[in-house]
């Protein structure tokens, strides 16, 4: 722990001062290789990660496939609200059915059913195969993918599936291992379970069971399913919206606005609290200490910090409002028992660095994930040849004409073009897939980690907090010069 001494240095050293007026030295290594650190935290009290890495609930950056990515590589996604409630619920289903230990209810049709019918199923709901109860819930058979690929429309979907007595199935208190052998041996892809009166249970995938060892820090809950946050306002339907989140199956709800430090995100808090008084809540985005005081006073499970370093954001240039992200995340790590989420102004893997070792407990990215294969929106091909995407701030005008669609407002063209933005859209080159990325980031801060001593990263925070004046150098422009220029 930091004595006075050293926090009043660190607050003066801080003060108006960004990441790259700063490098850390290293301390004294101890591990052989990076390969066994720990880079294990938390996103929120009760939200737990494998990597420190979130990515920003910005409607270019985090719908579902963004947020399976990050939660099977061990981060978390929230997913963006400019969606309507509906559009946002299907969005969070989509990742909580990607996997399971168990399929508790897969999805399942009759056995009149056509296979047009089948087929709509499982595109609307991303599901490869499906299962065929009679009307007690007794297992008929599984139609997968392959049944219907050249089956007919109008053909029925008795005709194509798997009758039961083709299939293995298992007892409901089948263990994953014991799964693995069943299916290896039958050389299936599904393992129902069902009970003595032959009533599904449940279903284990093949898929499933593969990815335990693909993705060994998948981030899951306690069925196995990935976990995932989604994005709320602090006004309107926000109430609504958070309790068919809840039912769709979120595991934490980001309340969401530019200035949290104010009367409105204190009535939202109240309002939210009386209603879901054990729904795990973060809010944002704040950058006073006292904010973070209050909020952890009314039960809310973790902070969101930042204002203005965002890479599409204009608030600091327009208002002249902000706080240097550096400072921001001290002033608020200091005072913070409830995790600390360092949100925006991540240019480089340096500065996830720099974030986690004054007091973030992670790092939330935009503009680094921007025009990945997993963000949402359209490639387009311009006539220089270069493939593009679109990244926007949510407060830019593009991104509010967007809400206000989905709120069916009634000239969301003529209202946006009213509004004074705080946001930019630009074009990014399309880049290819975020997993790359995410796992070089996530070497980076192992990296960091044992250069200056630590074996995990909880440790390597500690060593920096315990003496930061070993640890934090403040730079001359030469020096910055030195570091970072390439
Ligand atoms: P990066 O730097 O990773 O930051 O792109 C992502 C964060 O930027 C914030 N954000 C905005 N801030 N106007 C703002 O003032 C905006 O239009 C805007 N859009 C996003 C947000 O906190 C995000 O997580």
């Known amino acids: 722990m930091r004595s006075e001494q050293d926090d009043r240095w660190l607050r003066s050293e801080l003060r ?7 490098l850390n030295p290293p301390g004294w290594g101890k591990v052989k290789t990076r390969k066994g650190i720990s880079l294990a935290t938390n996103f929120s009290q009760h939200i737990g990660l494998n990597i420190p ?46 996997e399971s230990h168990i399929i508790l209810q897969p999805h399942n049709i009759s056995k009149n059913g056509t296979i047009a019918q089948a087929k709509e199923l499982m595109e609307r709901n991303k599901v490869g195969c499906l299962v065929i109860l009679d009307e007690s819930g007794k297992l ?14 109008n053909d029925s979907v008795a005709n194509r599936m798997k009758p039961v007595e083709r299939l293995v199935t298992a007892s409901p208190d089948t263990t994953l291992n014991q799964a693995k052998k069943l299916l290896d041996k039958s050389r299936l892809e599904k393992l129902p379970l069902v009970d003595e ?15 335990l060892d693909r993705y060994p820090l998948a981030n899951k809950d306690i069925n196995g399913r990935l976990v995932v946050g989604a994005a709320v306002g602090a006004v309107g ?15 934490v709800i980001v309340m969401d606005i530019a200035n949290f430090q104010s009367e409105p995100g204190i009535e939202a808090v109240r309002k939210f609290r009386r209603k879901f008084p054990d729904t795990e809540l973060v809010v944002g985005n704040v950058v006073l200490p006292e904010a973070v005081e209050i909020y952890q006073r009314f039960g809310v499970n973790g902070v969101k910090v930042g ?22 995340i001290y002033e608020c790590a200091r005072v913070a028992k409830i995790p600390v989420i360092a949100d925006g102004g991540i240019k480089r893997d340096g ?12 790092v939330m990215i935009g503009g680094l994930f921007a025009s990945t294969d997993e963000t949402p929106g359209l490639v387009f091909r311009k006539s220089t040849g270069q493939s593009v995407k679109s990244f926007r701030g949510m407060a830019s005008r593009e991104a509010m004409h967007q809400k206000l669609k989905a709120e069916e407002a009634d000239d969301p063209y003529e209202i946006s073009s009213r509004m004074s933005p705080e946001g930019i859209e630009k074009e990014v080159e399309a880049r290819g897939s975020v997993v790359p990325i995410v796992r070089e980031m996530a070497g980076h801060i ?19 907090m315990a003496n930061p004046s070993k640890y934090l150098v403040k730079l001359s422009e030469a020096a910055k010069k030195e570091s970072f220029d390439r």
Request: aromatic share 6%; net charge negative; proline share 1%.
């Open 16 to 22: 108006g001062h960004a990441f790259d007026d700063f």
């Open 53 to 98: 890495i979130v990515s920003a609930n910005m409607d270019t950056i985090t719908r579902a496939r963004m947020a399976i990515a990050m939660a099977k590589e061990g981060g978390i996604g929230i997913i963006e609200r400019y969606l309507s409630i509906e559009e946002q619920c299907d969005e969070i289903r989509e990742v909580k059915r990607k």
């Open 140 to 153: 008929l058979g599984l139609l997968s993918h392959r049944d219907v690929r050249f089956a007919r429309d």
């Open 197 to 211: 009166g032959f009533k599904l249970v449940g279903l284990i995938t093949a898929k499933d069971i593969e990815n």
């Open 237 to 251: 339907d926000f109430l609504e919206r958070s309790s068919e989140l809840v039912k769709a199956g979120v595991d």
């Open 307 to 328: 204002l203005g370093p965002g890479s599409a954001c204009t608030t600091r240039y327009n208002t002249n409002i902000g706080v240097t992200q550096a400072q921001a």
């Open 351 to 362: 500065h996830i660095s720099l974030a986690l070792l004054l007091g973030g407990d992670s």
């Open 446 to 464: 192992a990296s960091m980690i044992s250069y200056i001593g630590g074996r995990t990263l909880i440790e390597a925070q500690g060593i920096f």
